[in-house]
T-cell receptor
Framework: EDQVTQSPEALRLQEGESSSLNCSYT??????LFWYRQDPGKGPEFLFT???AGEEKEKERLKATLTKKESFLHITAPKPEDSATYLC???????????FGSGTRLQVQP | EPEVTQTPSHQVTQMGQEVILRCVPI?????FYWYRQILGQKVEFLVS????????KSEIFDDQFSVERPDGSNFTLKIRSTKLEDSAMYFC??????????????FGSGTRLTVV
């Protein structure tokens, strides 16, 4: 059974204070690992897909990395508008379904 | 930017009643999905739909649930006899066929279903 565990559950940062979110996963065959952002009352918004260990992707202040067991979402010099819940999900080979973690609720204070 | 549209945004229904949640996926997408998120819990996969048939479903998607693409634009989720535990946010999503992993799934803003 595919499993995704995210830590920490919640993170409070000061504006400009860089940090990392962790996503540990167990999957029999990885087709892709996804990062999404979710604002309150909204649907998940796609950020990145990572396919293989060693891969990295960047978008503005966000950088996602992948190993065989975990992924990190690094946030550099965050701004208040980066406040959201960040979700990690895995997709098993041969399947359409995404298995989501519980998310990390990020709050960036000015 | 293309988006997935869901209606209604909030639906309140009596236990035992049938409810239909509606979605308009992105026009050139070929895969459609329903996910749900119970308050404070993880986003959970319900079903995927391709070429007018269910391609995959989860254990949650039992005989009480059904999906349909009644025309070229709408995609619906029907719950036949709602239970209190069906209260959740229901998200519709769609994806391209070949490059869906690369571009991810596009989710709608959700329908909050409250069963009383």
């Amino acid at each position: 059974e595919d499993q995704v565990t995210q830590s920490p559950e919640a993170l409070r940062l000061q504006e400009g204070e860089s940090s990392s979110l962790n996503c540990s996963y167990t999957v029999s065959g990885l087709r892709g690992l996804f990062w999404y952002r979710q604002d309150p009352g909204k649907g998940p918004e796609f950020l990145f897909t990572l396919y293989s260990a060693g891969e990295e992707k960047e978008k503005e202040r966000l950088k996602a990395t992948l190993t065989k067991k975990e992924s990190f979402l690094h946030i550099t010099a965050p701004k208040p508008e980066d406040s959201a819940t960040y979700l990690c999900a895995v997709q098993n080979t041969g399947r359409r379904a995404l298995t989501f973690g519980s998310g990390t609720r990020l709050q960036v204070q000015p | 930017e293309p988006e997935v549209t869901q209606t209604p945004s909030h639906q309140v229904t009596q236990m035992g009643q049938e409810v239909i949640l509606r979605c308009v996926p992105i026009s050139n997408h070929l895969y459609f999905y329903w996910y749900r998120q119970i308050l404070g819990q993880k986003v959970e996969f319900l079903v995927s739909f391709y070429n007018n048939e269910i391609s995959e479903k989860s254990e949650i998607f039992d005989d009480q649930f059904s999906v349909e693409r009644p025309d070229g634009s709408n995609f619906t989720l029907k719950i036949r006899s709602t239970k209190l535990e069906d209260s959740a946010m229901y998200f519709c999503a769609s994806s391209e066929y070949v490059r869906d992993s690369h571009y991810g799934y596009t989710f709608g803003s959700g329908t909050r279903l409250t069963v009383v």
